[in-house]
């Protein structure tokens, strides 16, 4: 590839961490192109040019970055989007394209913390009769029926955009999105009455606070363990993201290898 011109960088994901990355690159005079999966009715756009929808699996997108010249991929990807890291995993090899994933490092328990870690929403589910009877359910609008048979339980399930049927019977829907402060999260949980909380272990700050405010009422918190993903080069701060990708584009100056696969 003979010039910035004729290079770009696909960056898959709608996370906060993808769109300051896409700000970054764009204000070096790099093209980028940003995929989102398109569930989010109202996404916060990136700059640069966007993709919206599916690629039709990896085949699909490993000729799309053959056609397209992609120099370089960042898989910005919230960490639970299984699907499409194992897509971009094989169709980066199979194209011959450098990736790396930017990924956000998970959440941890701290003193006060009363968490129960569960591998999947149906064991998060199973979790709960032992746990309370009003639920604070904050997993996203996929995957809510792994709850619906909880008829005993009263579901408060907060999520962006409406989610689609089976809910829990009782439940009622809160859509909001973040970024969430704890003093808000914890007036929520005392007006509702929550005695259970329900997350992903989506990692950052936008909505950290239910957790801190579980902590401060003593609410006990399950937590849904991030899916096992395809091991490549990875790091965790967009800086590191974007002089990979630099390097890849125009030979930055920087670190000349990538960052170890973990």
């Given at each position: 590839m003979?010039?910035?011109?004729?290079?770009?960088v696909?960056?898959?994901?709608?996370?906060?961490?993808?769109?300051?990355?896409?700000?970054a690159?764009?204000?070096?005079g790099v093209?980028?192109v940003?995929?989102?999966?398109g569930r989010?009715?109202?996404?916060?756009?990136p700059?640069?040019?966007?993709?919206?929808?599916?690629?039709?699996?990896?085949?699909?997108?490993?000729?799309?970055?053959?056609g397209?010249?992609?120099?370089?991929?960042?898989?910005?990807?919230?960490?639970?989007?299984?699907?499409?890291?194992?897509s971009?995993?094989?169709?980066?090899a199979?194209?011959g394209?450098?990736?790396?994933?930017?990924?956000?490092?998970?959440?941890r328990?701290?003193p006060?913390?009363?968490?129960?870690?569960?591998d999947?929403?149906?064991?998060a589910a199973?979790?709960?009769?032992?746990?309370?009877t009003?639920?604070?359910?904050?997993?996203?609008?996929?995957?809510?029926a792994?709850?619906a048979?909880l008829d005993?339980?009263?579901?408060?399930?907060r999520?962006v955009?409406?989610?689609?049927?089976?809910?829990p019977?009782?439940?009622?829907?809160?859509?909001s999105?973040?970024?969430?402060?704890?003093?808000?999260?914890?007036?929520?949980l005392?007006?509702?009455?929550?005695?259970?909380?329900?997350t992903k272990?989506?990692?950052?700050?936008?909505?950290?606070?239910?957790?801190?405010?579980?902590?401060q009422?003593?609410?006990?918190?399950v937590?849904v363990?991030?899916?096992?993903?395809?091991r490549?080069?990875?790091v965790?701060?967009?800086?590191?993201?974007?002089?990979?990708?630099?390097?890849?584009?125009?030979g930055?100056p920087?670190e000349?290898?990538?960052?170890?696969a973990?």
């Amino acid at each position: 590839m003979d010039s910035i011109a004729s290079t770009r960088v696909l960056i898959l994901g709608g996370t906060a961490e993808a769109r300051a990355l896409a700000s970054a690159l764009t204000g070096h005079g790099v093209p980028v192109v940003s995929s989102l999966a398109g569930r989010v009715a109202e996404p916060r756009l990136p700059e640069g040019e966007v993709r919206i929808g599916g690629f039709g699996g990896p085949d699909g997108l490993a000729r799309w970055l053959a056609g397209e010249r992609v120099a370089a991929v960042v898989d910005a990807t919230h960490p639970f989007a299984e699907r499409i890291g194992a897509s971009a995993a094989t169709a980066a090899a199979r194209a011959g394209v450098p990736l790396l994933r930017l990924q956000r490092p998970g959440w941890r328990p701290g003193p006060g913390d009363d968490w129960h870690w569960a591998d999947s929403l149906g064991a998060a589910a199973r979790l709960l009769p032992a746990l309370g009877t009003r639920v604070f359910l904050t997993s996203g609008r996929q995957g809510l029926a792994a709850f619906a048979h909880l008829d005993r339980l009263w579901f408060l399930i907060r999520c962006v955009d409406p989610p689609e049927p089976p809910l829990p019977p009782q439940s009622e829907v809160l859509l909001s999105r973040g970024p969430y402060r704890a003093a808000d999260e914890a007036e929520l949980l005392r007006r509702h009455r929550i005695d259970v909380l329900v997350t992903k272990d989506s990692g950052g700050t936008m909505t950290r606070g239910k957790l801190d405010a579980a902590r401060q009422l003593g609410v006990p918190v399950v937590v849904v363990r991030r899916p096992v993903r395809p091991r490549v080069s990875e790091v965790t701060e967009v800086n590191d993201a974007l002089t990979w990708a630099l390097e890849r584009v125009t030979g930055w100056p920087g670190e000349k290898s990538a960052p170890a696969a973990r």
